[in-house]
């Protein structure tokens, strides 16, 4: 149908606009908050091929109904045209995309490798309803099938009459679709989040980590049906929290990372044996430690311990005011050659981008 | 006839028998049942089944579908203007829906038929449609997608700017394969005579420079003589178009002049529509059953709403009121001078000459003149119109007033030239440099100033020189100009 090239057409402009502007949905704050379910709304374009009009406030109108004069009319204030100057021939749309597309879109705009789908030990249970069966519920009810098995009955009995086709099925003839169960071999990846939230991360810092960490988990959720994840927070201790305490909690407190990789390492251990699944740690961090002999054990820890069971290791440091970014030196040092440990230092909103770049462009 | 399903015949060929005998006067009706996504489809092709490539129609697909698969919006009804008629009924829909629709539809036809305002246009519309996607298809595969696409964009921009009365005019063209054969006079390629004569005659010359205000040079040296409402047509003659392009921006304004008519009619046609599938529906076809189910669907088209007012009510409660005011005879110098409130109340002459009346307003009218002569006091009132303004202070729209001289005013004004600016051509030869002016004839409302420079920036793309609008600003005559990298103001 000629319309659905049109369609693909739009949709390539659209998203060529959404290439073009992708920073700023990315720091768009809202845009997690908008967050329903499955679906994402984004403003994208809509694309008002321009004329020339009369201004929008300028017109008014005849409406019907009550009302006394002053009274508001509710009249729905026209998207975009709240600000006057700005871009003109598009207005703001909102578009639900699913987060299949925006891991596609993002993908692209990041040129980020399609991952390689690990482990596929571990088999999922699927029911595929690819059988017939003589009994079961009536929303299964097979309906052509049935209707043949009648029509046969009437035929081989010799009570089919062409000229008046009615067949009534009786209770042998039903047929019902039956489920047979399937194996699928799956693959599965944990993402552990582990986030600094001594007294240096300040909201700000924060506010980036929630960021990235929703884009990541975006894309990673692409490419793993059942991505896990896992939140830890600490300052000189560490805990495991659930997603909402990780993006709202403001601890404060001294800074050992160690009680942090310790307790991902458990979690590791405990939960996730390494040749069946895929881990991803990231951890956020202004980068201050409270002791050298405290950072010295967190390298021990991940050469050991951790770097052996995961796929990968991403330390971003979110710049503050306060910290003195020691931490990203350090690691620099201890593993310059170690392909899976992946650093990135992020300044402010604007880096996120490329610091998810960073991250799973090489993320395997 | 189309693959409607023996119930939908038989409620087809009643509701037609009952159409001609209240004297209805359609062309042959085709009715096709449709999936709702052929239905987005022809619907986001202005009602066509066929159009040439372009992405808007994808972007209004893309809206349509969605919004009918995520339960916000239907289309119940979809009917072309085209000698057959082609009326579109949505599949799965409930039998009383569709045979308000049919109803609603055979009206419709009536009134493309017999209305004079569409008498230019062009009934085979199916055919021409398809003509023009076979046309551009084909610069397409010569040009290039991005090339056609790109400049059928410009001629979009300016698609609102045509002389919408022109096709009323004996003159009028608007098959233009004519006009290509015809020596096209480009003002920068060939044909110069009507610049040569100013330019190179070097005593005019001389005599422009002794005189050097821009105004005396623009007075004496302007082409066209008189202003020129059909930009499109102005354009497609005297810019530097290649043939194709000459071709596309035809094409473009052929569909823009077909979807006139209907603009200009927009409350008489749905109110006429209306009317007849009331009138059909509740005394001749409805089925006892049905009455709740076509009562709630016919309040849903027929509810007024605060800020935007509803052609289909406004339509059918003036027929329906000058239907009445005829039967009874309030019409005339009488009814005009009488005062008495009681005696106007009570008035009934008993002529009878109601249906009579309305079918030679659906004959003669279009909505302005409509609306000029039926809308009164009293029908103001009783559907409680009012006029909404803009309230800078408190950010929101506001009811302005329910007073009948502002009331008519402001729904004249929005129908004149449909709401839009009137723009004309003012001088191909601007500053006696080949530049081209238009005029905004300002009526008090300003237009948008970001659509209206990028729209320049489109214009230059087919002018290719530079081009100015003379227009209004903050109380001030401004000519804002594009000279092809910048904006100025003067």
Redesign the interface.
């Known amino acids: 149908m000629s319309i659905r090239r049109d369609q693909g057409r739009f949709r390539d402009i659209v998203r060529g606009k959404i290439r073009e502007n992708f920073k700023k949905y990315v720091t768009h704050d809202e845009l997690i908050g908008k967050r329903e379910k499955d679906y994402v709304k984004i403003p994208v374009p809509y694309i008002d091929i321009p004329r020339f009009k009369y201004g929008p406030k300028q017109q008014g109108g005849v409406g019907q109904g009550d009302g006394k004069d002053g009274d508001p009319v509710g009249g729905e204030a026209q998207p975009g045209q709240g600000q006057a100057g700005s871009d003109p021939g598009e207005h703001s749309l909102e578009v639900d995309i699913s987060f299949d597309e925006l891991a596609d879109i993002l993908g692209e705009e990041l040129q980020l490798p399609r991952i390689e789908p690990k482990g596929g030990k571990i088999q999922s249970e699927k029911n595929n309803y690819t059988g017939m069966a003589p009994t079961g519920p009536d929303s299964l009810k097979h309906f052509k099938s049935s209707y043949k098995r009648a029509l046969k009955r009437y035929i081989s009995s010799g009570i089919y009459d062409p000229k008046n086709p009615v067949v009534i099925p009786i209770r042998g003839d039903f047929r019902y679709r039956s489920a047979k169960k399937v194996e699928q071999p799956q693959a599965n990846a944990v993402v552990i989040y582990i986030m600094d939230v001594s007294g240096s991360m300040g909201e700000e810092q924060k506010e980036i980590v929630r960021l990235e960490s929703f884009w990541i988990n975006t894309w990673l959720k692409k490419h793993y049906k059942g991505l896990e994840t896992r939140f830890i927070v600490h300052d000189a201790a560490a805990k495991e929290v659930d997603e909402d305490t990780f993006f709202k909690t403001s601890e404060s407190g001294g800074t050992l990372i160690s009680s942090a990789y310790k307790l991902c390492y458990e979690m590791i251990e405990r939960d996730y044996p390494a040749d069946q699944w895929n881990i991803y740690p990231f951890h956020f961090s202004d980068g201050d430690n409270w002791s050298s002999d405290d950072t010295k054990m967190c390298m021990r820890f991940l050469q050991e311990q951790i770097l052996p069971k995961v796929n990968f290791f991403g330390y971003g440091q979110v710049e503050s005011k306060y910290g003195s970014g020691q931490f990203y030196k350090d690691l620099e040092k201890e593993f310059p050659a170690e392909e899976k440990v992946v650093l990135s230092r992020i300044k402010n909103k604007e880096h996120i981008l490329g610091s998810i770049k960073d991250f799973l462009g090489k993320a395997r | 006839m189309a693959n409607l399903t023996p119930e939908l015949e038989k409620a087809r060929l009643k509701i037609l028998k009952i159409s001609e005998d209240f004297g209805l006067d359609c062309y042959e009706t085709i009715f096709e049942l449709i999936n709702y996504d052929q239905m987005s489809?022809f619907a986001?092709?202005g009602g066509f089944p066929?159009r040439y490539?372009?992405?808007?129609?994808?972007?209004e697909?893309?809206?349509l579908s969605?919004s009918y698969e995520y339960g916000l919006s239907k289309i119940y009804e979809m009917v072309i203007n085209n000698n057959p008629c082609y009326a579109y009924l949505m599949e799965g829909n409930r039998l009383v829906d569709q045979k308000l629709v049919m109803a609603h539809m055979y009206g419709h036809c009536d009134f493309f038929k017999n209305n004079k305002w569409f008498e230019p246009t062009d009934r085979k519309m199916m055919d021409t449609m398809a003509n023009h996607a076979t046309r551009i298809r084909r610069y397409i595969d010569r040009y290039g997608l991005d090339e056609v696409?790109k400049f059928i964009?410009h001629c979009?921009?300016?698609?609102?700017?045509i002389d919408r009365y022109s096709p009323y005019k004996p003159t009028f063209k608007s098959n233009v394969v004519e006009l290509e054969e015809q020596q096209k006079t480009s003002l920068f390629t060939s044909g110069k005579e009507f610049l040569d004569e100013y330019i190179s005659s070097a005593a005019k010359f001389r005599a422009g420079a002794e005189n050097h205000d821009e105004q005396g040079v623009d007075e004496r040296n302007k082409f066209p003589e008189r202003p020129e409402r059909d930009v499109l047509l102005f354009l497609m003659n005297h810019a530097p178009l290649k043939n194709w392009q000459q071709d596309v921006l035809s094409i473009v304004r052929a569909e823009a002049y077909y979807y006139v008519p209907q603009g200009m009619t927009k409350i008489m046609n749905e109110g006429w529509a209306s009317y007849w599938h009331s009138k059909m529906m509740t005394e001749k076809i409805l089925a006892d059953s049905e009455v709740i189910d076509y009562a709630d669907a016919c309040a849903g088209t027929l509810a007024?709403?605060?800020?935007?007012?509803?052609p289909y009510?406004?339509g059918i409660e003036l027929f329906r009121n000058i239907e009445e005011r005829w039967n009874k005879g309030q019409f005339g110098k009488e009814w005009n001078d009488c005062n008495d409130i009681a005696e106007r109340k009570n008035w009934d002459k008993k002529l009878g000459l109601g249906r009579e009346k309305i079918f030679q307003v659906r004959r003669d009218y279009n909505d302005v003149t409509f609306i000029d002569e039926f809308l009164t006091e009293e029908f103001c009132v009783q559907?409680?119109?009012?006029?909404?303004?803009?309230n800078?202070r408190?950010?929101?729209?506001?009811?302005?007033?329910?007073q009948f001289p502002s009331?008519k005013k402001?729904?004249l004004f929005?129908l004149t030239n449909f709401?839009?600016?009137i723009?004309h051509v003012e001088n191909a030869n601007h500053k006696n440099r080949g530049e081209l002016l238009l005029r905004?004839l300002f009526e008090g409302?300003?237009?948008?100033?970001?659509?209206?420079?990028?729209?320049l920036?489109?214009l230059h793309k087919i002018w290719k020189r530079p081009v100015h609008?003379s227009t209004s600003f903050d109380g001030k005559d401004t000519i804002v100009s594009f000279d092809g990298k910048a904006f100025s103001q003067a």
């Open positions: 489809q986001s092709y066929v490539p372009h992405w808007r129609f994808g972007m697909y893309e809206r969605k696409e964009d979009l921009s300016i698609e609102n700017l007024m709403s605060p800020t935007s007012f509803n009510k406004v559907n409680k119109m009012f006029v909404y303004r803009f800078q408190t950010g929101q729209y506001e009811v302005d007033t329910r009331v402001q729904l929005q709401g839009q600016p723009i905004h409302v300003e237009m948008q100033q970001n659509y209206m420079e990028e729209t920036r489109n609008i």
